[in-house]
Nanobody, 120 residues
Framework: QVQLVESGGGLVQAGGSLRLSCVVS????????MGWYRQVPGKQRELVAT???????NYADSVKGRFTISRDNAKNTVYLQMNSLKPEDTFVYYC??????????????WGKGTLVTVSS
């Protein structure tokens, strides 16, 4: 079993910053790609950023230059530093991890989400 627990969401004014964290725990052998997605109710979940275990990153065009994804492999943790936040960044943010279990099986796992609200 694998758990992903996000933290760091909240209310911030436009132009402000927040840092999201996500800790992955459980019967983990290794973690491949980790990332952040976001969603509003009734709409499709959209990519924010991903990072491979080698450190290669990928960002949605809407967040490039403002958001930075990073990870600490020793802590099984992924971060999302969000700067210059805009009201349109208001979403529930979900952590994602592609995990290989100690049993040898691999799967994708999601956190429960953390709400980010940006006021104008």
């Amino acid at each position: 079993q694998v758990q992903l627990v996000e933290s760091g969401g909240g209310l911030v004014q436009a132009g402000g910053s927040l840092r999201l964290s996500c800790v992955v725990s459980g019967s983990i052998f290794s973690i491949n790609t980790m990332g952040w997605y976001r969603q509003v109710p009734g709409k499709q979940r959209e990519l924010v950023a991903t990072i491979t275990n080698g450190g290669s990153t990928n960002y949605a065009d809407s967040v490039k230059g403002r958001f930075t994804i990073s990870r600490d492999n020793a802590k099984n943790t992924v971060y999302l530093q969000m700067n210059s936040l805009k009201p349109e960044d208001t979403f529930v943010y979900y952590c994602y991890a592609n995990v290989r279990l100690i049993t040898g099986f691999g799967n994708n796992y999601w956190g429960k989400g953390t709400l980010v609200t940006v006021s104008s």
